[in-house]
């Protein structure tokens, strides 16, 4: 199986709702254009220190990171991010590790968006193919 790219906008949660408040202008909303490895094995996000110096997140706090090797490490979770993925977006934390951006499966959840792994690329639920549905059982 291949890997799966998609280009994601990271932004500032709160730039953003500092902006929608009249309280900050657009061009100073803090963004970044990543090329991000979709990570269906990773539960949470993943961005590398120096893009969490460029959007200006804080640290909220700390979880323990699990390697595909079985080592464990605390690390650093952000303050809130909006991802927006093939025009859906969502807002979460995301841990702070590694030197590129991944995307994991909260991000693909509330999104809506399936990995096609035949054709290595991401694809709207087809259930769902003009918005995000979330399932509240």
Do not use: W
Not at 13 to 18: E, G, Q, R, S, T
Not at 43 to 52: A, F, G, K
Not at 66 to 88: L, P, S
């Amino acid at each position: 199986m291949g890997e799966i790219r998609v280009k994601v906008l990271l932004t500032n949660a709160m730039d953003a709702a500092l902006h929608r408040q009249k309280k900050l202008a657009k061009k100073k909303i803090r963004t970044y254009l990543a090329d991000a490895l979709v990570d269906t094995g990773a539960v949470l996000s993943v961005i590398p220190p120096h893009v969490q110096a460029i959007l200006g997140v804080g640290i909220r706090g700390t979880r323990v990171a699990e390697y595909a090797d079985g080592r464990k490490e605390e690390v650093g979770i952000t303050e809130a991010i909006e991802f927006d993925v093939m025009g859906r977006n969502t807002l979460e934390g995301a841990l702070v590790i590694g030197d590129e951006v991944l995307i994991g499966q909260t991000v693909l959840q509330t999104t809506d968006l399936l990995a096609d792994c035949r054709n290595r690329c991401l694809i709207p639920n087809p259930a769902h193919p003009d918005q995000p549905v979330l399932k509240v059982k």
